[in-house]
Every structure is written in structure tokens, then in C-alpha cells.
């Protein structure tokens, strides 16, 4: 069987992200610590009244499980 890897998962909202998942040291879906080989997923908009939480957010690399 194969798991969905966290390139081809689908994003979180940006309200309730670790501060590690938003600073890009942390997966966006797993949040496992990132190290080489982390994938950009682009970027996820929010905000809290003016205040803009647009977030440029990294995945784990693309894991091939069987």
C-alpha cells in the first residue's frame, strides 16, 4: 500500500500553524523538522484584521513507501 507523501497532501489552513511550520523548519503537513531536499508548496494566505499571515510554506521531500 502506498501512503500519500507530503508533497501530494493537501495544505492546512495558515491559522493554527506551529511557528516552526511557519518559519519553514518544519513540514506544513507532518511537522517533522526539515533538512535537504524540502520541497516549496508555495504560499498560503490568511490575515487577522490588517494584519497580513500570507506564509511561504516547505514540505517533507517526495517518500516512496510501500
Excluded at 501512503?3 to 492546512?12: D, E, G, I, Q, T
Excluded at 506544513?28 to 506564509?55: E, M, Q, W, Y
Amino acid at each position: 500500500m502506498t501512503a500519500p507523501s507530503c508533497v501530494r497532501a493537501p495544505l492546512p489552513e495558515v491559522y493554527g500553524l506551529a511557528w516552526e511550520q511557519t518559519a519553514g523548519r518544519a513540514c506544513v503537513v507532518c511537522g517533522n523538522p526539515l533538512t535537504a531536499g524540502a520541497v516549496s508548496r508555495g504560499r498560503l494566505h490568511g490575515n487577522h484584521g490588517a494584519h497580513s499571515l500570507d506564509v511561504e510554506v516547505w514540505c517533507c521531500p517526495k517518500q516512496e513507501v510501500d
